[in-house]
């Protein structure tokens, strides 16, 4: 059984407004309803679990039932920070049936059913593997206002999701991992702590993350652009 946890408890404050950014629309569909509905065409997903901030979850409920979501089968609030809410949703998985979990941003709804399969099955092979797209600009570390070095972009990645795991070593990092869980801003981080390796899987940089309202405009003409 593979499960995927989306990640939507979030509230959106660099992007503003009065909804969090994951229930507006793009073409007539909410933003969460279109990065359901990848997961949903993935024939590597067995269910899902939905994680809304609470306040938000009987009225996802009512528009919910337009959408054929046939995988859904929980939807939970989230907590504080993201780890938390991904734990909440890690706390729902029946361990016995477990195998991989895909952990994805609800506010990333340009991922492919490719990229979700090929991140699952890499996974399967090697207990952890992270969805990431390269570096196109040159990277500086700096110290106040100036420049230390350069880095070597060839060396870097953008982390992108889903991030799949053996339900197993997710679980283990999650537990092990208690002080760090709420610096994390992805799983990968917590999984890299516990000395496992995680592997690259090539992700496309068409998978954006909607962060601020420009993300908007861009993600608005690359789903138009993929329909
Ligand atoms: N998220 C979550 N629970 C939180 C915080 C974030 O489930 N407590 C989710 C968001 O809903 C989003 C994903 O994690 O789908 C990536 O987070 P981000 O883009 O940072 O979204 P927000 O936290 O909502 O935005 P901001 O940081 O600007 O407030
Ligand atoms: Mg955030």
Request: glycine share 6%; proline share 3%; charged share 30%.
């Amino acid at each position: 059984m593979n499960s995927a946890i989306i990640v939507a408890a979030g509230s959106g404050v660099r992007f503003g407004g009065k909804k969090p950014k994951q229930f507006l629309e793009i073409l007539g569909k909410p933003i969460i309803v279109h990065t359901l509905e990848k997961f949903e065409f993935c024939p590597q997903i067995d269910e899902i679990i939905l994680v809304l901030p609470a306040a938000e979850i009987e009225n996802f409920s009512k528009i919910a039932g337009k959408y054929n979501l046939k995988k859904l089968v929980k939807t939970i609030a989230g907590g504080d920070t993201r780890a938390e809410s991904v734990w909440n949703g890690l706390s729902e998985i029946n361990s016995a049936a477990a195998e991989i979990v895909a952990v994805h941003d609800g506010a990333r709804p340009l991922v492919t059913v490719e990229e979700i399969t090929k991140t699952i099955e890499r996974a399967k092979e090697t207990g952890a593997a992270c969805l990431a797209a390269n570096v196109t600009d040159t990277i500086k570390e700096i110290s106040g206002d100036k420049i230390i070095k350069t880095v070597d972009r060839a060396k870097l990645r953008r982390a992108l999701t889903p991030q799949c795991f053996r339900y197993k070593i997710l679980k283990r990092a999650f537990e092990e991992n208690k002080s760090e869980n709420s610096a994390a801003t992805d799983e990968s981080f917590l999984v890299e702590n516990l000395g496992v390796e995680v592997l690259i899987v090539e992700g496309s940089t068409r998978n954006i993350k909607i962060t601020t309202p420009e993300d908007l405009i861009l993600a608005e003409k690359l789903l138009d652009s993929h329909q």
